[in-house]
C-alpha cells in the first residue's frame, strides 16, 4: 500500500539533510512501527508523508496504492488516503469541533467525487464513533482543540481519523503527555480501526504503546534511515537495552 | 486662541453648508456645541489624533459620491425577534419602522420630541465631556446639527432588542444622526444596529447608564464599499453597570469608529470590541478611550482586523486610570491578520495610570495566517482556500465572542464567512 523508496529529504531552510535513504513498505492490513531516539527523522518522515511545507525531497519517492504522493498537496494526500494524528493537535478558537469535521469529511468526499454527508447522517455517525471515544458532546460543540487537554486531544485525532476512514494512518507519537488510561482508550480506538484495507504507521519513542497497539512489524531509526527491523521482540529489545546497542551494531 | 487659517477656512465652509434644527428643549445644546465646534475647528491631518486617518472627507462641505452596492445577500438580523426601525440616507421612516412601543421602553425621535424632555440631561452632555483631553469635534458637529435621530429610555428589562437598520438610497447622502439612551437602575437593553447609513454618516449616540443597568451594543457597518462613516459612543457607567459594544466592519472605504468610555461607578464592566475585514480601498479607524474613576471596575477592548489588498487597519486606545481608581481591571489587544504584503495596521496602545493597585495589560500584532493551523486543516482534506477563511473566522473569534448572544455570535459569523468566501470566487 504505502511504498518509500530510498527518501532522501533535507529542510527547505537550511542545508540539513534529515532523511537519507528511507525505504519501507506498509501493506494493508498491518501495523508497521517506527521506534527511534531523538532527532533520528522519525517525525520529519511523517510530515513528509503528509505534505508539510518547510522539506524538500532530495532523491526517492512515496507512493500510496502506486499514486506518487510527494507531487500532491497535503489536501489532496488527505482525499487519497492518508492521515497523521499530530503529536501535537493545533487548537483552533471559533471554529467548533463538529464543524470542522463535517467540512473535512465532505471536503473528503467532494475531491474523491463522491456524495456529501447530509448533517443529519453525519450527526449520527459522529455521535456513534464518539462514544466509543468517550468524546462527549460539548467536546464536539467546543472549538477545535481549545482547552482540551492532552489525552482529549489525542482522542480527538483518533475520533477524526475514524471519521474520515483513511486508507493510511500515521500516528505520530499519540502516546506522548497520556497516562495509562488514556493511552488504552486511545488504543481501543485504534485497535477498532484496524481492518484488511487499511494500513498503519506507528511512530513512538516507547515500547508501551505497542502493548495496547500491537504491531506486526518494528522498525528502528537512526540517523534518517531504518537501521533494524524485526517483529514486536525488536520493541522489547529496545525497551530492554535502549537504543546503544543497535547503533553500535549499524555502524 | 484663533486657529489655523487652514482649519479656520475649512470649518467655515463646512459649517455654511449645514443648517441647525431650530427650536426645542435642544437647542440650547445645540448652540453650545456650534460655539465649542468653532473654537476647536474641525479635524485636519496635521491633528496629532488623525495621525493615522485623513479627516479632509468626512470634514469636506459636500458628501463624496458612494455607489450603491448591488447584493441580493438579505440584510443582517434576519432571524433575530426585534423591534425594527429604520432610517433611509438618515431619516427615519415611519412606513418601514415598528410602532415606536415597546414594554418598559419609550421611544421618541430626536425631530419631534416634546419640549421638555429627559434627554435634555444627556444629549451634548456626555459628548462634551468625552472632549477632555482629547477633542472629537466631528462629535461635536453633531450635537450642533444632528437632524435625526432616538431618545430611547429604558425603564426595565426590554422584552427585545431594538433594531436601527440603516439604508442608503441616494450617491450623495450626508446624514448627521444622534441618539440618546439612557438605561434606569437594573433596567437592560440590547440594541443593534445594521447598515451603511448613507454616503457620509455622521453618528453620534450617547448611552448613560445608571447603577445596576445593562446595555449590549451590536453592530455590523457592512456592504457599499465606497461609503464613509465616523462614529462616536459616549458613555457613563453608574455602579455595577454593564456596557458591552462589538462592531463588525466590513467594506466601506472609510470608517472611524471613536469609543469614550467613563468607569463613575464602583464595579461598573465595560468591554468594548470590533472586527473588521478589509479588502483594498479599505481604512478602519477604531478609536477608544476609556477612564477608569472608581473602584473595581473591568474594561476589555478586543479589536481584530484582517486586511488584504493594500487594506488599512488602525487602532488607537487608551486606558487612563484616574488617582484613587484603585482595583482596576484594564485588558486590551488589538491584532491584525494581513493576508498579504501591501495591507497594513498602525496601533497605538496608550495606558496612563495614577493609581497603584491595578491590573492593566495591552498587547497588539500584526502577523499573517498560522501555517501549522493551515497544514493542519489541510492535512483532513480541507482545501486552502476554505481552511484560509476557518482560519480567519478563527482569529477575529475573541473579539465576535465577545457578544454574548450565540445567535447573534453566528449571525456575525456567518456574514465573515460569506465575505470571505466571496473572495475566494
Known amino acids: 500500500m504505502l511504498e518509500i523508496k530510498n527518501l532522501h529529504v533535507q529542510l527547505e531552510e537550511e542545508d540539513k539533510q534529515i532523511l537519507k535513504g528511507v525505504n519501507l513498505t506498509v501493506e494493508a492490513g498491518k501495523v508497521h512501527a517506527i521506534m527511534g531516539p531523538n532527532g533520528s527523522g522519525k517525525s520529519t518522515l511523517s510530515y513528509v508523508l503528509s505534505g508539510k511545507d518547510g522539506y524538500e525531497v532530495t532523491e526517492g519517492s512515496a507512493t500510496l496504492d502506486g499514486a506518487d504522493i510527494l507531487e500532491m498537496e497535503p489536501e489532496e494526500r488527505a482525499a487519497a488516503g492518508v492521515f497523521l494524528a499530530f503529536q501535537y493537535p493545533v487548537e483552533i478558537p471559533g471554529v467548533g469541533n463538529m464543524t470542522f469535521l463535517r467540512t473535512a469529511v465532505n471536503s473528503q468526499r467532494k475531491a474523491r467525487g463522491e456524495e456529501e454527508m447530509s448533517a443529519t447522517e453525519f450527526l449520527k455517525v459522529i455521535r456513534a464513533k464518539a462514544k466509543d471515544l468517550k468524546i462527549d458532546a460539548d467536546m464536539l460543540k467546543r472549538p477545535v482543540n481549545v482547552g482540551f487537554s492532552g489525552g482529549e486531544k489525542k482522542r480527538n485525532e483518533i475520533l477524526q481519523m475514524a471519521m474520515l476512514e483513511p486508507k493510511m494512518c500515521i500516528l505520530d507519537e499519540t502516546d506522548s503527555g497520556l497516562d495509562v488510561d488514556a493511552m488504552k482508550l486511545v488504543a481501543d480506538g485504534v485497535n477498532a480501526l484496524r481492518d484488511e484495507g487499511r494500513g498503519f504507521l506507528v511512530i513512538t519513542h516507547y515500547q508501551r504503546l505497542l502493548d495496547h497497539i500491537k504491531p506486526d512489524v518494528v522498525h528502528i531509526m537512526a540517523d534518517g534511515r531504518i537501521i533494524k527491523t524485526g517483529g514486536p521482540e525488536l520493541a522489547l529489545e529496545v525497551e530492554n537495552n535502549g537504543y546503544a546497542d543497535l547503533l553500535a551494531e549499524a555502524v | ?425
Not at chain 2, 438610497?169 to 446624514?175: G, I, P, Q, R
Not at chain 2, 468610555?261 to 470590533?274: F, K, P, Q, S, Y
Open chain 2, 1 to 425: 486662541m484663533a486657529l489655523p487659517q487652514i482649519k479656520q477656512d475649512a470649518t467655515d465652509a463646512r459649517l455654511a453648508a449645514l443648517d441647525m434644527p431650530k427650536g426645542g428643549w435642544a437647542q440650547a445644546a445645540r448652540e453650545d456645541a456650534l460655539a465649542r465646534v468653532q473654537a476647536m475647528g474641525l479635524p485636519n491631518a496635521r491633528d496629532e489624533y488623525w495621525k493615522y486617518t485623513r479627516p479632509d472627507t468626512l470634514v469636506q462641505p459636500d458628501a463624496p459620491k458612494a455607489a450603491l452596492l448591488e447584493s441580493d445577500e438579505a440584510l443582517i438580523f434576519g432571524a433575530v425577534d426585534r423591534l425594527k426601525i429604520v432610517f433611509v440616507d438618515g431619516v427615519f421612516s415611519a412606513d418601514e419602522s415598528d410602532d415606536l412601543a415597546m414594554a418598559h421602553v419609550s421611544i421618541d425621535r430626536l425631530a419631534d420630541a416634546p419640549d421638555i424632555h429627559w434627554a435634555k440631561d444627556v444629549y451634548g452632555v456626555l459628548e462634551t465631556r468625552g472632549q477632555t483631553p482629547v477633542h472629537r469635534p466631528l462629535a461635536t458637529l453633531n450635537t450642533a446639527f444632528a437632524s435625526d435621530g432616538l431618545l430611547i429610555h429604558v425603564t426595565g428589562k426590554a422584552p427585545k432588542p431594538i433594531s436601527l437598520i440603516y439604508r442608503h438610497e441616494s450617491e450623495v447622502s450626508d446624514a448627521i444622526l444622534h441618539h440618546v439612551v439612557k438605561i434606569d437602575s437594573g433596567a437592560e437593553l440590547t440594541l443593534l444596529e445594521n447598515g451603511p447609513a448613507a454616503a457620509r454618516f455622521n453618528k453620534c449616540m450617547e448611552v448613560e447608564i445608571a447603577g445596576g443597568g445593562t446595555f449590549h451594543h451590536v453592530r455590523a457597518q457592512g456592504r457599499d464599499h465606497e461609503r464613509r462613516a465616523a462614529t462616536a459612543i459616549f458613555t457613563r457607567l453608574g455602579e455595577e453597570s454593564v456596557f458591552k459594544s462589538f462592531t463588525l466592519t466590513a467594506n466601506g472605504v472609510l470608517t472611524r469608529n471613536e469609543c469614550v468610555i467613563e468607569l463613575t461607578g464602583d464595579n461598573a464592566v465595560a468591554h468594548i470590541a470590533g472586527a473588521c475585514v478589509g479588502d483594498g480601498d479599505f481604512h478602519h479607524d477604531d478609536t477608544v478611550f476609556i477612564t477608569h474613576d472608581a473602584l473595581n471596575c473591568e474594561s476589555r477592548q478586543v479589536f481584530k482586523k484582517v486586511l488584504r489588498n493594500g487594506a488599512t487597519g488602525v487602532f488607537q486606545g487608551k486606558i487612563l486610570v484616574k488617582e484613587g481608581a484603585q482595583k482596576t481591571d484594564g485588558y486590551q489587544i488589538s491584532q491584525s491578520l494581513l493576508l498579504d504584503e501591501d495591507s497594513q495596521f498602525l496601533a497605538k496602545p496608550e495606558l496612563e495610570i495614577y493609581a497603584d493597585d491595578v491590573a492593566c495589560s495591552h498587547g497588539s500584532t500584526s502577523g499573517a495566517i498560522d501555517e501549522e493551523g493551515l497544514f493542519y486543516l489541510r492535512s483532513r482534506g480541507i482545501d486552502e482556500g476554505p481552511a484560509t477563511d476557518l482560519l480567519t473566522i478563527a482569529f477575529l473569534a475573541e473579539a465576535v465572542m465577545e457578544i454574548e448572544n450565540e445567535a447573534l455570535q453566528d449571525e456575525i459569523n456567518s456574514r465573515v464567512e460569506a465575505w470571505l468566501s466571496r473572495r475566494r470566487g
